[in-house]
């Protein structure tokens, strides 16, 4: 019997081929859900807690970020004294976002309404910027969107496949 790596007998369909170990379904697929369904969700978390943030900051500086035609959207949803309402909304969900990460007692209602707020916020700042554009939507969206997709996973993920605590509420 032949013992080379090359061998082409009959045991060769018995041996895994590299094509197939090390291809697409067999490395990708499996990391990508991986990812996906069970990796830790902290710095996601820190990231949105430091947008959200800084959302809160820049619209309590003074200035007339409400008179800014990429906002309209976001006005005509607040109404009147809509960078003190949008401000709010803000500030709760950073404060809220920055307690789970760092809180040591696990809370299920409130990561989840926490959670469901940031959805609210980065999905309205995404669509509000989106629809005052006119097609195509240029490349200086895309952090607005991701920040929406991010808080989307965030808010799936909430005790799903993750351990109690502040590592994943």
């Given amino acids: 019997m032949n013992n080379s790596k090359h061998y082409g007998g009959a045991e060769r369909r018995k041996t895994m081929r590299p094509y197939v170990k090390y291809g697409f379904g067999r490395v990708f697929l499996p990391r990508l859900w991986s ?4 990796s830790d969700t902290t710095p996601t ?24 035609p990429t906002y309209a959207y976001m006005v005509s949803i607040a109404g009147n004294h809509a960078e003190l309402k949008w401000c709010t909304l803000w500030a ?11 809180s040591s007692t696990p809370s299920a209602s409130w990561a989840l309404a926490i959670h469901t707020l940031g959805l609210a916020l980065f999905s309205s700042a995404a669509i509000g910027v989106a629809m005052t554009i006119t097609p195509p939507v240029p490349a ?15 808010l799936v993920r909430t005790h799903i496949n993750s351990e109690r605590g ?4």
């Fill in 35 to 38: 990812l996906i369904a069970h």
């Fill in 45 to 68: 978390r820190f990231m949105l807690a430091i947008t959200a943030s800084m959302w809160a900051i820049l619209l309590a500086w003074p200035g007339d970020t409400s008179e800014r």
């Fill in 166 to 169: 502040w590592r994943d509420d």
């Fill in 140 to 154: 200086a969206t895309a952090p607005d969107f991701v920040l929406a997709l991010a808080a989307f996973w965030v």
């Fill in 92 to 102: 709760l969900h950073a404060g809220g976002m920055w307690w789970r990460i760092f």
